[in-house]
């Protein structure tokens, strides 16, 4: 059974950094592009970033560009969300998504206030 | 970036009715076009992708269909359970892009 659990999410000041982290079980992680996503409280979906199996390539939205850094370390089979400068409008549940076959996990919360 | 419009934002549908949903994007996506559940306090499921293929596990109620720029996600009869917002998403271009949702509320 394909699991994502992420983890990492809490309550940071704005201008303040943060890692997510997504434990990957049940598929060959290193096989598998993986991407975060993310949701603001009561709002709709975001594209935050993406990365190829091997970590050769990664992709970032316009409004994360330059403070965020995806990564993955396919022997421990897990993926990486480094955040930094967080803003509150970065407040959200962000999900670990492997888009080939539509997996999400849980989501894990960041809540960006002084 | 590829803007995903949906319509309507809110749907009134009785049991057992059906609902049509509509995505429009903002230039082409060819076929690369997901439609997914989202139920308050859960995480997104995927229903539908390339389209019009259902994922694994998805009833046959759930439909797809569409090219280029207009998608529709129709339902054919609605259960207790497709009371949810449903969002369209484009992975054709990144940034990839979602909808801002359609709520499928009980009439």
């Known amino acids: 059974e394909v699991q994502l659990v992420e983890s990492g999410g809490d309550l940071v000041q704005p201008g303040g950094s943060l890692r997510l982290s997504c434990a990957a079980s049940?598929?060959?992680?290193?096989?598998?592009?993986m991407h975060w996503v993310r949701q603001a409280p009561g709002k709709g979906l975001e594209y935050v970033s993406a990365?190829?199996?091997?970590?050769?390539?990664?992709y970032y939205a316009n409004s994360v560009k330059g403070r965020f850094t995806i990564s993955r370390d396919n022997s421990k089979n897990t993926l990486y969300l480094q955040m930094g400068s967080l803003r509150v409008e970065d407040m959200a549940v962000y999900y670990c998504?492997?888009?080939?076959?539509?997996?999400w996990g849980q989501g894990t919360l960041v809540t960006v206030s002084s | 970036e590829l803007v995903m419009t949906q319509s309507p934002a809110t749907l009134s549908v009785s049991p057992g009715e059906r609902a049509t949903l509509s995505c429009r994007a903002s230039?082409?996506?060819?076929?690369?076009l997901a439609w997914f559940q989202q139920r308050p306090g859960q995480a997104p499921r995927l229903l539908i992708y390339?389209?019009?293929t259902r994922a694994t596990g998805v009833p046959a109620r759930f439909s797809g269909s569409g090219s280029g720029t207009e998608f529709t996600l129709t339902i054919s009869s609605l259960q207790s359970g497709d009371f949810a917002v449903y969002y369209c998403h484009q992975y054709n271009d990144w940034p990839y892009t979602f909808g801002q949702g359609t709520k499928v509320e009980i009439k």
């Open positions: 390339d389209t019009s």
């Open positions: 998504v492997r888009p080939d076959g539509g997996y």
């Open positions: 049940g598929f060959k992680f290193s096989n598998y592009f």
């Open positions: 990365i190829s199996s091997n970590g050769g390539s990664t």
């Open positions: 230039q082409s996506v060819t076929s690369k």
